[in-house]
Every structure is written in C-alpha cells, then in structure tokens.
C-alpha cells in the first residue's frame, strides 16, 4: 500500500497555521508538502504565506458547494487536483509545476483581474477537462512545448491552442461568450463593423483573449453555437481574426489550415504576436488569389467604402478584359470590356432584370476573359 504522508515545515511561531471555525485553512508562515504527500482541502485555503515548494498531491474537495483559493502569495502545487462540484474559485493565481486533473467542477477566475489564474507550469499538463469541467476564466503556460488552454464560457469547454515556444515568457489566455461590440470586462468596444479591406465580416457571437510577447500561430475552435454559417459557407473564406487597437479595426490573422464543418472544427492562423492584438475570433475573407490577380468574391454595396465594389487586383495590367456576370438562371446581369472595378451590383437590363436596379441579395457567376489568356470564373456573393 503506497504510504501517505502529510508534512508541515514550520519556520514561524505557533499560529502560522490556523483553522477559521472548519470554513478556512490559513497559512501565515512556511508551508510545504513532501514529495510522498497526499493533502486535501475541504474547506478554504488562504494562502498569506509560503506555500510554493511542494512535492506530492493536494486536492480540493467538496461535494456539497464551491471552495475558494485566497490570500496575498500565489500557491504552487505540484500536482493539483480539483473535484469541486460548486466550482474552486480563484481570487489570487495559483500554479501546477507537475500535473492536474479535472474530476468535478470548473475553475473560476474573475476575468476582470487577468493576472489571477490557474498556472501550467513547466509545461504541466492537464487531463479531464469537459463542458463541464474548465477554466472559467484565465489560464497561462509556462514552458517550451505546445499547449491548449482548457478555457471556456457559459458551460461550454472552447480550447485555445498555442504553438511550442510561445510560452517561454508566460502566455495567457481566456474564452469568451459574448459580443464584442459588447463586451463585459473590457473597457472599450471591438466594433465588428469595422474591419481592414482583406476582410468581408466578423463574428458577433464570441471571442478570446491571449497575451503573449512570442510569436505563434493560434488555433480557435468552435461549435454549434458559434454561428458559423452566418460568416461563411466554405472553411476555405474562414479566417482567425485580430482586434488592433492603433487602427481600431480587425485585421485578418490568415487561414493556415481547417478541420471539422461548419458546426465543430477548428482553424489555425499564421503567426503573429498575440500582444499585437486585443482580442481574436472569426471572421471571413471571400479573396481568390488566381496568377496575378486578387479576387475579392464578396460585394458590399452599401456605401461605407469597404467592398462596395467588384474587386479584382491587377486587373489594370491587362487592359483587354471583358467581365460578365450572370445570376443564378444564367441571365446576365452585367458587362463590360475593360472592367476596371466599378460594378456596384446595378443591373444592365438584360432580359427581365430592369436597367439600374440594384441586384438582390445572393450568389453571383462571373466570367473573366483576358486575351491571350484562359478565362477565369467563380461565384461572387452580393450582400447590402
């Protein structure tokens, strides 16, 4: 039978170590747990002291309601576990140097103090975490390997995964469920309206925020609750998206790779330096990159100076051009030789589509003809 041991070194007086009525366990001096410990707490730790050379296991425990972690000094455990079912609360940031394990209950931190969080240290790992077992709130890695932070919101595990080395500084990050024109625990807005020309449209529904000085590529996740079909109806026009907060826009962080569909997956962004950037989601960027030219397969016609115009880069190098567009029972809709980026989703008048009427909503064909060259077509999507 493995023995247990619960060891206690005591450099401070008597009363460094007190029990407040069986609702807390306070710690005003040295505290430690030798490499064989087994230690749980049913009731409240306050940590005033030092308790952050530790070897063995120290659990939290309580069937019956929530546990809370305070105090002035961040607790250091090497291996952690959590089976609370009224969740463990956090209200200073405590570590795992070893590893930790989900059993019951969530983690949560106040996401308005972004430096109280549940700590990987060392590249700990974790194991058992579920939509119902998380952190609510913030987690941060330590370490050189890559790391998914077991974050989530509103009882929905949404992970957030980071490259090997980006933690090598400490990175931080949390998931949240909620608009970011609206945000909770942000003191500005992150307007969806506003957005650089790469992009077409940005998610409404959720976001998350990763702090980091080391460059990675991020990878978002998302469900069914994401809303994905309002962006895209392709994987391939997703993109990881960054909120800068010089520009005040979102900018597009890129597409590197895709799984899943459009009611679970995941997508992987370039790399960039999460301090570049506020918060992240999802957004859309409807571009073709055909030869030399850059086809924007989106329309906005309505009048903000973004997309209010059929885009194609580096039409001007070949002057010899005809464009057509047809809708969807093959009428055209549209032509012009020489196209140079004016088309504003007004109709010509062909057939029973009545001159200068502006084109509904929906998918478009087009037709791209360049001398010398063999014609290119695709579907582009009106949208006012």
Do not use: C
């Not at 909620?178 to 942000?186: I, L, R, S, T, V």
């Amino acid at each position: 039978m493995k023995k247990r041991l619960i060891t206690y070194s005591f450099l401070l007086f008597l009363g460094i170590i007190s029990v407040h009525a069986q609702t807390a366990f306070s710690n005003f001096g040295n505290l430690r747990t030798h490499t064989d410990a087994e230690v749980g707490f049913h009731i409240d730790l306050i940590n005033d002291g030092n308790f952050d050379e530790n070897g063995g296991q120290v659990g939290f425990y309580n069937q019956r309601g929530p546990l809370t972690i305070s105090g002035s000094n961040r607790p250091l455990f090497y291996d952690m576990l959590i089976d609370v079912s009224g969740d463990l609360f956090l209200e200073v940031a405590a570590g795992v140097t070893n590893f930790q394990e989900f059993i019951t209950g969530r983690v949560q931190t106040p996401r308005d103090r972004i430096n109280v969080s549940l700590d990987y240290i060392n590249d700990a790992p974790f194991l058992g975490e579920n939509d119902d077992r998380y952190v609510d709130g913030y987690a941060s890695t330590t370490g050189l390997l890559d790391f998914t932070f077991p974050i989530g919101d509103d009882f929905r595990l949404r992970p957030m995964r980071i490259e090997n080395q980006a933690g090598i500084n400490t990175a931080r990050g949390a998931y949240f469920f909620e608009d970011p024109n609206a945000p909770n625990f942000f003191p500005e807005i992150f307007n969806t309206s506003s957005f650089e020309n790469l992009l077409f449209g940005v998610s409404t529904f959720e976001f998350w925020d990763l702090n980091g000085d080391t460059e990675t590529r991020v990878t978002l996740t998302w469900d069914d609750n994401s809303n994905i079909p309002t962006l895209v109806d392709d994987l391939n026009d997703l993109r990881v998206v960054g909120w800068d907060e010089n520009s005040n826009e979102w900018i597009n962080l890129g597409n590197t790779a895709f799984s899943g569909d459009l009611n679970n997956g995941e997508i992987t962004s370039e790399p960039f330096i999460p301090d570049d950037y506020v918060v992240l989601t999802f957004g859309t960027s409807d571009i073709i990159i055909d030869g030399e030219l850059t086809i924007f397969t989106a329309v906005s016609p309505n009048g903000d100076g973004r997309n209010d115009t059929f885009i194609i880069q580096g039409i001007a190098q070949f002057p010899n051009n005809e464009l057509s567009i047809f809708n969807r029972w093959g009428v055209e809709v549209y032509n012009k030789k020489g196209y140079d980026n004016s088309w504003g989703g007004i109709s010509e008048g062909r057939a029973t589509i009545a001159k200068d009427e502006e084109l509904p909503v929906g998918t478009y064909y087009y037709v791209l003809k360049i001398e010398g060259q063999k014609d290119r077509a695709g579907y582009l999507y009106i949208n006012r």
